[in-house]
């Protein structure tokens, strides 16, 4: 398949910047008005006249060849995140492994949400060899604790959560590979930056009920990896 290259990718989402402002990169601590800092593997030549962009959303401005060594660093998917603001352009996606995503209600109340049931998810993600979009490509990894359960009150928001976990799981965005900072072991699977409730009647880990916050928390972090109901709506 013959995609676009890198810096086709980043373009997309630029604008062309004729002076750049008397101020650093953030990506390479350089001035925006002289050259980029990063000199890497496959950052090509690039003109004078597009050394700087701004990203059109946010207009934070960068060297056009720092945001190529970032795109690169990263999992290629077409999308790109301002490493300022967090902006994302494009679709996010993650490098969550191949698996199983189920949920059911079940007729039980959460402490804290005593008027509703309960959203039972059920997670299950076999171990396997890792892709070229992991830490080691070609080495196994492993996965522990599956199937793991979470739980979402079934009131309006927690049905709007699960909504969103739906679309991040399709965006292979709830597990990634790396190492467990509660094991400490490498090459599993792990939780990505979206939490969940792991405990149903208890709170013995802290990823327990009641935690009122916790809903507009979640929509928070679905928030921060693109996933939005607005956004949900149109597609
Ligand atoms: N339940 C829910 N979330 C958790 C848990 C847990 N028991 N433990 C950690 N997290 C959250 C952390 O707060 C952090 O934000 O997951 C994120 C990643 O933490 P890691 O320890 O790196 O993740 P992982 O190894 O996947 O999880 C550890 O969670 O569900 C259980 O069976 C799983 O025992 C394992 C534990
Ligand atoms: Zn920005």
């Known amino acids: 398949r013959k995609g676009k290259t890198p810096e086709e990718v980043v373009k997309r989402y630029l604008q062309k910047v004729r002076n750049p402002p008397e101020e650093d990169c953030t990506i390479c601590m350089e001035a925006l008005a002289g ?31 720092c945001l190529v ?18 902006t994302i352009y494009g679709v996010k996606t993650g490098n969550q ?15 804290g949400h005593p008027d509703c049931k309960t959203i039972r998810i059920i997670y299950n993600i076999p171990p396997g060899i890792q892709g070229p979009e992991h830490p080691n490509p070609g080495k196994p990894f492993t996965a522990r604790g599956f199937p793991r359960h979470c ?10 959560v699960l909504r969103l976990l739906l679309v ?21 699977v792990i939780w990505n930056e979206v939490h969940h409730k792991t405990e149903f009647g208890s709170n013995l880990t802290g990823h327990g009920y009641p935690d009122p916050g916790h809903l507009d928390n979640v929509l928070e972090e679905l928030k921060a990896q693109g996933i939005t109901e607005e956004e949900y709506k149109q597609n």
């Open 35 to 65: 050259p980029s800092g990063y000199k890497g593997p496959g950052v090509g030549g690039i003109s004078r006249a597009e050394s700087v962009g701004r990203l059109a959303q946010c207009g934070h401005q960068y060297h056009l060849q």
């Open 69 to 86: 060594a970032m795109y690169n660093n990263g999992n290629k998917d077409g999308s790109l995140q301002c490493p300022t603001c967090k």
């Open 97 to 111: 492994p191949p698996g199983k995503m189920e949920y059911h209600v079940i007729p039980h109340s959460l402490p």
């Open 151 to 160: 739980y979402l009150p079934d009131s309006e928001k927690g049905r709007k």
């Open 168 to 188: 991040a799981w399709d965006r292979r965005l709830i597990f990634s590979v790396g190492t467990s900072s509660t094991t400490g072991e490498s090459d599993t």
